[in-house]
Each structure stands twice: as structure tokens, then as C-alpha cells.
């Protein structure tokens, strides 16, 4: 019961200190400001604090040295660590995804790397966004009527042979625009006739509570917010791949000028290439960015996303020689690709992808971790980041044990969590480290 409590004290503790940060946002119906953090050290006496969801994945365990290991962790200390990267923020399990709320709430949690991803608004400026046309789904755009009007795709209610439908992109507005939406979960209802219950369709294993009016960020207020946060938190941000409803170039602005621009950012404000890893799914991003800007190219994460089936997975493991040659240090699959099965499908154990990428010397980091719901419906959901080794899941507690042949059998060096606490947990009991910048 004492853990119980001090859990719940470290969760109210979040909350409070977000609202005398003032870095949570007023009413919904108040514009949101491109905030300037630097210099604003909010947490005088910083502490990383966990919810109940690591304790609930160890109870949930069978019996085993690693369960026992564990537990063994549970009064800490605990810290910061590089390991642990925010997905969307951190905080994306109960928070709105690419806010300040998910962003602190990730820190809180431990993550030593914290994400931004990175789109563009019609007046090229630079947001964080998981999708450049995901704002109808993501925000509350639609309940704007002016802003709603400039989407790509207005919204169309639902009727007997078609699904409710919108596409709002962050390049249909402009950056001041942007900054007067809220964050809400993703989701939307595709049955709803009216713009009010689009909004509905937050996954039954997330939440609403805290999904009030996120405060969205421009990506020079992520790196100030990020730089301000105590504990010396590093930089993640990964350019998006426009989507084919934005056509590069978009008026002009060119996928080099894009991808220029966002490390630009960084150097503008004077962080350290060391601090920054640049991400993409795009080949042309990263090697520009290792000719143009070597000191970030070096530590560039190559986003690998082509091997959804077995043959395309067979292609995608071939290559990953020939991009170490070219330069690429850090390979970043969906972890999936890294695991398999024994023939018997009862001993999950790294894949062929993930010993290639381990003999021809890159680093291996991965996503997204707790982004699939209840382990025991994976199976039955044919769920995307089990998809290779769903034979052998049954059971939230084996979280903690897909875990750990991630980090002891495939030698991940970082991974991306949507519920930062999960991994930060496992790497502070195991003394887990990579990006110590």
C-alpha cells in the first residue's frame, strides 16, 4: 500500500507541478503561445517518478529470474536514461500526442531522449506533428469553422454506404493558426454524421482524462522546452515524409530545403550536434544530412519501415550492409523485424534482420513500445509490432520480457515507448545507458 500511494502522490505530483510550470494550457477557447522555456527551469528539486503500470506488468509476470530481478527494483533509486526515448512526447498512452503535456510527462517518467516530429505549415514554419495531414484526427480543428474550411478535405458525415471522412493538414493553415488548436487523443469516430462525435474514437485502452486541450508546439519551442527540462535531456526530431495529398515541392519549398531547415533549428539555437539525433523514414534525408551537416549525419537514425512482409523483410535484412558503407550508423526498425520464434513458437529470440544489422556494426534502436493495447488480444487483432512473434504472446507481463531479449539477445541501444515509465524502469534495474551526451 505504501507504493500505491507514493505512485499515486508522484502522479498528482505531475499534474501540480505541470500547472505551476504554467506550461499546461489554459481553456480550450484561449489560443495557444509559441512559448519561449529557455532559462525557465521549473523543477527545482526534479525527481523521476512511475505510475502503477511497471508495477502491474511485474505482477502480471510468471515466476522467473527476471520477474525476481525486477522487483528487486522497486524503491530505485531511479534516473534519467538515454535508453528510454518519448514517443510523440512520452506521455502518449494518456496524453495528447506532440504536446508539452505528453513531452513533460515522457521527462517525468525518465526519458533521457525526448521526440518531435517534425512537419510543415503552409507559411513553411517548422510544428510537431506525427503526420503532416493527421490535425483532423489529432486536434480540434474541425470544431474551428474557419479552420476547418481550409482543410484539404472538409469533413463529410457518415451515411449508409460511406464512412464519416476528413483530411486536415498542418500545411492547410499557417503557423499562427496552428498554435490556436488543442491536442486531443488520436482517434475519430467513422460513424458520426456530425463534426462533435468525429471527435470520439480514443482506443478503449487509452484515456480521455487528461485529453482536455494539449498545447501543440512549434519546433523551436520543443527544443526550449526540451533544453529547459532539468537532468540534461537530449533531442530526437524526425522530419515527415509529406503524404501524396502535400506534393513536393509545396510552392516552392523543396524536400532538401525541409530537411535543411530542421537541422538549421538546432544549430540556430546553439544545441550540440551530440545532443540531437535526426531522424527519417526518407533514404535522401539522411544522406543529405551526412554531406551537408556531418557532425548530425554521423548520429542520423535511418527509419526502416520496408520489410511489413516475409519477402520484403528478406530484402530489407539484405541491404543493411550496404548502408553501413554509406555512411548510416543507426538503424531503426519497428521491433518486430528484430524478433522471432523457435519452431516450437515458445521462445521468442532476435531475428535474422537483427543479427545482420549486428554483424555489419550498426546501432540498433527501435519502436514503438506499449502503442498495442492488452498483450492478450495481439493474436487475435493481428497487432503490427507483434505481428512476427504473436505465437508466443498471451500476457501483459510478457511486456517486460519481449523487453529483455530486445536488450540482452538483439542489443537495442534505445527504444521508443509511448508510456515512457515501462522502459525507463527496466533500463534504470538493469543499469541500461546509451546516449549520455
Known amino acids: 500500500m505504501v507504493n500505491l500511494l507514493t505512485m499515486r502522490s508522484a502522479i498528482f505530483e505531475l499534474a501540480f507541478i505541470a500547472l505551476t510550470a504554467e506550461v499546461v494550457t489554459s481553456l480550450p477557447t484561449k489560443p495557444a503561445k509559441d512559448h519561449d522555456y529557455r532559462g525557465q527551469h521549473h523543477f527545482e528539486e526534479y525527481k523521476v517518478s512511475y505510475d502503477p503500470r511497471p508495477f502491474y506488468l511485474i505482477n502480471n509476470m510468471t515466476n522467473s529470474p527476471l520477474k525476481t530481478k525486477l522487483q528487486s527494483c522497486e524503491n530505485g533509486p531511479f534516473s534519467i536514461t538515454g535508453y528510454s526515448i518519448g514517443h510523440r512526447g512520452g506521455g502518449t498512452l494518456q496524453f495528447p500526442e506532440e504536446t508539452v503535456e505528453s513531452t513533460i510527462a515522457g521527462a517525468r517518467m525518465g526519458a533521457g531522449i525526448l521526440e518531435c516530429d517534425v512537419s510543415f505549415t503552409k507559411d513553411r514554419g517548422l510544428v510537431c506533428r506525427h503526420s503532416l495531414c493527421d490535425l483532423h484526427s489529432t486536434t480540434n480543428i474541425l470544431l474551428k469553422p474557419e479552420l476547418a474550411a481550409k482543410c484539404t478535405m472538409p469533413f463529410t458525415p457518415a451515411n449508409a454506404t460511406s464512412p464519416s471522412n476528413a483530411l486536415c493538414c498542418t500545411s492547410d493553415i499557417t503557423t499562427a493558426e496552428y498554435l490556436t488548436l488543442c491536442g486531443k487523443q488520436d482517434g475519430f469516430n467513422v460513424t458520426a454524421k456530425n463534426v462533435k462525435d468525429y471527435q470520439n474514437g480514443t482506443p478503449s485502452w487509452r484515456t480521455d482524462l487528461y485529453s482536455t486541450c494539449g498545447t501543440l508546439m512549434t519546433l523551436n519551442s520543443y527544443i526550449d522546452l526540451v533544453d529547459s527540462i532539468p537532468g ?206
Open 232 to 437: 540534461h535531456r537530449n533531442f530526437t526530431p524526425e522530419l515527415k515524409t509529406p503524404p501524396s495529398q502535400v506534393p513536393m515541392p509545396f510552392n516552392g519549398y523543396t524536400q532538401e530545403q525541409y530537411a535543411r531547415d530542421m537541422i538549421n533549428a538546432f544549430i540556430k539555437k546553439g544545441i550540440a550536434p551530440n545532443r540531437v539525433w535526426a531522424q527519417s523514414f526518407n533514404p535522401p534525408d539522411i544522406f543529405q544530412w551526412l554531406k551537408e551537416f556531418p557532425a548530425f549525419g554521423k548520429q542520423a537514425v535511418y527509419l526502416d519501415e520496408d520489410g511489413d512482409t516475409p519477402a520484403t523483410l528478406t530484402t530489407a535484412t539484405a541491404r543493411l550492409a550496404s548502408l553501413k558503407q554509406q555512411g548510416v550508423n543507426i538503424i531503426a526498425p519497428p521491433f518486430n523485424y528484430l524478433l522471432t520464434t523457435t519452431p516450437d513458437n515458445k521462445t521468442i529470440i532476435p531475428s535474422a534482420y537483427a543479427t545482420t544489422a549486428k554483424a555489419a556494426g550498426l546501432d540498433i534502436v527501435t519502436w514503438s513500445f506499449e502503442r498495442s493495447g492488452p498483450l492478450a488480444k495481439v493474436r487475435a487483432n493481428m497487432e503490427y509490432y507483434y505481428s512476427n512473434f504473436a505465437a508466443a504472446i498471451s500476457y501483459d507481463g510478457q511486456e517486460f520480457e519481449v523487453l529483455d531479449v530486445l536488450a540482452k539477445q538483439v542489443g537495442i541501444k534505445a527504444i521508443f515507448s509511448d508510456w515512457s515509465s515501462t522502459v525507463s524502469y527496466y533500463a534504470n534495474c538493469m543499469g541500461l545507458e546509451y546516449w549520455t551526451n
